[in-house]
C-alpha cells in the first residue's frame, strides 16, 4: 500500500476517534499534518501526527472569513505543501477544490480503508458516526455503500 501525505481537520480526527478508529489515519496517510488550530481543536497530539503552521497568515486570515480556524489553517497549509486535505465541511470544501487543494472527505477515507483491506466493511463504522453525531448526508452514504458493494 502507498501512503500519502495530507493535512487533516479536526473534523476527521474527531469522527474517528469517537468511533475508535483513529488507527486509520496513519495507516493510509504518511506524513500526517495538522496545523496548530486542528490540533486545538482536537485537543489530543497522536504521535503520528505533525503539527505545522502554515506560513501565508494573510491567506489564513482571509479564509477565516468564510471557514473556521482550523479549516483556514488547514487549507493554506495543505495548498502551501501542495498535497490532499481530509476535509468533511461542504463550504470549506468548495474553498480548498478552489485553490486546487485535492480534497478527500472522512467517508472517502473509510473507503480507501476497504479498498486497502484494513476495515472489512465500512456500514458499521458509517453507522458509528451517524451514532456520534458526525452528519452523514443520505446521499453521500448511499453512493458510499454502493462503491463499497454493501
Not at 505545522?52 to 502551501?80: C, F, H, N, T
Amino acid at each position: 500500500m502507498v501512503k500519502i501525505p495530507a493535512v487533516v481537520d479536526s473534523a476527521c480526527l474527531i469522527g474517528l476517534e469517537r468511533i475508535g478508529r483513529l488507527d486509520l489515519l496513519p495507516a493510509l496517510i504518511d506524513p500526517v499534518f495538522a496545523p496548530p488550530a486542528v490540533n486545538h481543536e482536537f485537543g489530543a497530539l497522536p504521535i503520528w501526527m505533525h503539527v505545522q503552521k502554515p506560513v501565508d497568515v494573510g491567506m489564513v486570515a482571509a479564509l477565516r472569513l468564510v471557514v473556521d480556524p482550523g479549516e483556514s489553517e488547514a487549507i493554506v497549509l495543505a495548498y502551501e505543501k501542495g498535497i490532499r486535505i481530509i476535509l468533511d465541511d461542504r463550504k470549506a470544501r468548495e474553498v480548498a477544490q478552489r485553490l486546487g487543494v485535492p480534497v478527500t472527505g472522512t467517508v472517502g477515507l473509510l473507503l480507501k480503508a476497504k479498498q486497502e483491506g484494513l476495515i472489512a466493511a465500512i456500514r458499521p463504522l458509517l453507522d458509528a458516526l451517524n451514532a456520534h453525531k458526525f452528519r452523514i448526508g443520505d446521499a453521500l452514504r448511499a453512493e458510499a455503500l454502493k462503491l463499497a458493494g454493501e
